[in-house]
């Protein structure tokens, strides 16, 4: 599978952006999820979604702020991100698990979009 990520660009705090991955080809019912990779760190899980949207997962810093969704008609899915902050500043990958349930270590993920870069102004 294909992946394509976009929507990432220059918020200010407090602001939102909506992240979008469309994938191609093989597609089938796979789980989704969003990492993001920060200047000098590693990269870090932030968000996943069943195929079914029955279960998500995030991680702890975004809660509240960040929903994850998807459209399976279009192949896509979305990470809405509201209340941004400057830590959010990152470049954000979409990934694809070919297999059951939500993981959150990028170990668990087999197809990768390019990235999209999120930066978040004070």
């Known amino acids: 599978v294909q992946l394509q990520a976009s929507g990432g660009g220059l918020a200010q705090a407090g602001g939102s952006l909506r992240l979008s991955c469309a994938a191609s080809?093989?597609?089938?019912?796979?789980?989704m999820g969003w990492f993001r990779q920060a200047p000098g760190k590693e990269r870090e899980f932030v968000a996943a979604?069943?195929?079914?949207?029955?279960?998500?997962e995030y991680t702890d810093s975004v809660k509240g702020r960040f929903t994850i969704s998807r459209d399976n008609v279009k192949n896509t899915v979305y990470l809405q991100m509201n209340s941004l902050k400057v830590e959010d500043t990152a470049v954000y990958y979409c990934?694809?698990?070919?297999?059951?349930?939500?993981?959150?270590?990028?170990?668990?993920?087999?197809?990768w979009g390019q990235g999209t870069l999120v930066t978040v102004s004070s």
């Open positions: 080809g093989r597609t089938t019912r796979y789980p």
């Open positions: 990934a694809a698990r070919n297999g059951y349930g939500i993981v959150v270590v990028s170990s668990g993920y087999d197809s």
């Open positions: 979604i069943t195929w079914s949207s029955g279960m998500t």
